[in-house]
Nanobody, 123 residues
Framework: QVQLVESGGGLVQAGGSLRLSCKIS????????VGWFRQAPGKEREFVAA????????TYADSVNGRFTISRDNVKMMVYLQMDSLKPEDTAVYYC????????????????WGKGTQVTVSS
């Protein structure tokens, strides 16, 4: 059984920062890659960032590269998404998801999902 719980969302002005957290309950947390995805109203869920099981490799969507940073703490079983220089177009519900071993940019490749946390960026 793998459970994910996101936190850290909120309302922030453009140019500001937020840090999202994803708490993962799994017997073998260190075996899972974790991705962050987001979904804005009326749009499909899109890839944001991902990190492999041991943190040795990360990847980002072009739209957030250089502004967002993904990291993980395998001792605390947490994955973080530091979001800087936020823009109104970053407004969405953000989800973390887990799959074994290597990451993927396709949400269909992830077996486990959290319920999401709302991020709203005002202009």
């Amino acid at each position: 059984q793998v459970q994910l719980v996101e936190s850290g969302g909120g309302l922030v002005q453009a140019g500001g920062s937020l840090r999202l957290s994803c708490k993962i309950s799994a017997r073998t947390f260190s075996m899972y890659a974790v991705g962050w995805f987001r979904q804005a109203p009326g749009k499909e869920r899109e890839f944001v960032a991902a990190i492999i099981y041991n943190g040795g490799s990360v990847t980002y969507a072009d739209s957030v590269n250089g502004r967002f940073t993904i990291s993980r703490d395998n001792v605390k079983m947490m994955v973080y998404l530091q979001m800087d220089s936020l823009k109104p177009e970053d407004t969405a519900v953000y989800y973390c998801a887990a799959r074994q071993s290597w990451y993927s940019k396709d949400p269909g490749d992830y077996s486990y999902w959290g319920k999401g946390t709302q991020v709203t960026v005002s202009s």
